[in-house]
């Protein structure tokens, strides 16, 4: 009974003390949780709220809410307004947080000497994910359009303030061969994404694979006139290509930090020609946001 209350007594613990420090505050009748990006004589604070961020500082005791309707400046007044103790110019401010918080950064650093430049978020974000799939390889020659097992990896990052709908990612990827069709292929590729729509719990990107480093191993079966097997060719190697091939996909949240990834990959390419068999490339997967 003793380890069952100690045992209870410490998940109750763990699971409040992530509430505790949270930041919460009451602004014009509105509960909300903040993160606090910046600590000083100039505070700053943000949140997201449906895919929209909302920054907010603090001086002394006053809490502001900084406002941009439709894009007219009007924070830079505000900010202009809590800062008339200092010379510095708002002009060149933008509403995104890194800007942000660099001038309440530079304010604070300008009104107390000894002051320390800190903050709570990263620029880059970065997902990590691995997914598997078929695909029958067009831009091979595969005679009979066969289809093959599909294994991979994907380090993705991103500035979710700066460019919340572009991303960049790295890939590997490795194709299997099969008993029908003797190809495999390893490949290691830089991309780009653009998150064409963009939702809370939900998105639906363009990817473009700009360049690739890949090893291929083909095994080919040389025939003669009446079908016999007369001897098998082995070709193997490295080639680099930027074939800018182009794919479609969807990122389905199913925690605050993780996805059901979805693809329909490389289905067509400016550089590279396919076989003229209609593309089959899926794949599914798990993203994970570290």
Same mark, same amino acid.
């Given at each position: 009974m003793q380890k069952a209350r100690i045992f209870f007594t410490g998940l109750f613990f763990c699971l409040t003390l992530p509430l505790a420090a949270q930041n919460v505050y009451i602004i014009n009748n509105d509960t909300l949780q903040l993160k606090r990006e910046v600590k000083g004589p100039l505070s700053l604070f943000w949140t997201e709220d449906d895919?929209?961020?909302?920054?907010?500082?603090?001086?002394?005791?006053?809490?502001?809410?900084?406002?941009?309707?439709?894009?007219?400046?009007?924070?830079? /007044?505000?900010?202009? /307004?809590?800062?008339?103790?200092?010379?510095?110019?708002?002009?060149?401010?933008?509403?995104?947080?890194?800007?942000?918080?660099?001038?309440?950064?530079?304010?604070?650093?300008?009104?107390?000497?000894?002051?320390?430049?800190?903050?709570?978020t990263k620029n880059i974000l970065q997902r990590i994910s691995i997914f598997t799939g078929l695909s029958n390889n067009i831009y091979t020659d595969n005679p009979e359009n066969i289809l093959a097992p599909v294994l991979g990896l994907e380090y993705e990052f991103y500035d979710p303030n700066l460019a919340?709908?572009?991303?960049?990612?790295?890939?590997?990827?490795?194709?299997?061969?099969?008993?029908?069709?003797?190809?495999?292929?390893?490949?290691?590729?830089?991309?780009?994404?653009?998150?064409?729509?963009?939702?809370k719990n939900f998105d639906l990107h363009v990817d473009a694979r700009l360049a690739?480093?890949?090893?291929?191993? /083909?095994?080919?079966?040389?025939?003669?006139?009446?079908?016999?097997?007369v001897s098998v060719q082995d070709e193997s190697?490295?080639?680099?290509?930027?074939?800018?091939?182009?794919?479609?996909?969807?990122?389905?949240?199913?925690?605050?930090?993780?996805?059901i990834t979805l693809g329909y990959n490389d289905f067509?390419?400016?550089?590279?020609?396919?076989?003229?068999?209609?593309?089959?490339?899926?794949?599914?997967g798990y993203k994970y946001s570290l």
């Amino acid at each position: 009974m003793q380890k069952a209350r100690i045992f209870f007594t410490g998940l109750f613990f763990c699971l409040t003390l992530p509430l505790a420090a949270q930041n919460v505050y009451i602004i014009n009748n509105d509960t909300l949780q903040l993160k606090r990006e910046v600590k000083g004589p100039l505070s700053l604070f943000w949140t997201e709220d449906d895919l929209e961020y909302r920054y907010f500082v603090q001086k002394e005791k006053r809490m502001v809410e900084l406002l941009n309707p439709d894009g007219n400046g009007r924070f830079r /007044e505000q900010l202009s /307004e809590l800062t008339t103790d200092a010379k510095i110019n708002t002009r060149d401010v933008k509403f995104v947080l890194y800007s942000l918080r660099h001038f309440t950064n530079t304010y604070n650093a300008i009104v107390q000497e000894d002051y320390v430049k800190n903050e709570s978020t990263k620029n880059i974000l970065q997902r990590i994910s691995i997914f598997t799939g078929l695909s029958n390889n067009i831009y091979t020659d595969n005679p009979e359009n066969i289809l093959a097992p599909v294994l991979g990896l994907e380090y993705e990052f991103y500035d979710p303030n700066l460019a919340p709908r572009h991303s960049a990612f790295l890939q590997l990827r490795h194709n299997f061969e099969q008993d029908e069709y003797q190809y495999s292929a390893t490949h290691l590729s830089v991309n780009y994404r653009f998150k064409a729509l963009y939702f809370k719990n939900f998105d639906l990107h363009v990817d473009a694979r700009l360049a690739t480093l890949y090893y291929s191993s /083909e095994t080919t079966a040389v025939k003669n006139d009446a079908g016999k097997v007369v001897s098998v060719q082995d070709e193997s190697g490295f080639t680099f290509t930027a074939p800018l091939s182009f794919g479609l996909g969807s990122d389905i949240k199913i925690t605050p930090t993780s996805f059901i990834t979805l693809g329909y990959n490389d289905f067509f390419a400016i550089v590279l020609d396919s076989n003229g068999k209609f593309p089959v490339d899926f794949t599914v997967g798990y993203k994970y946001s570290l």
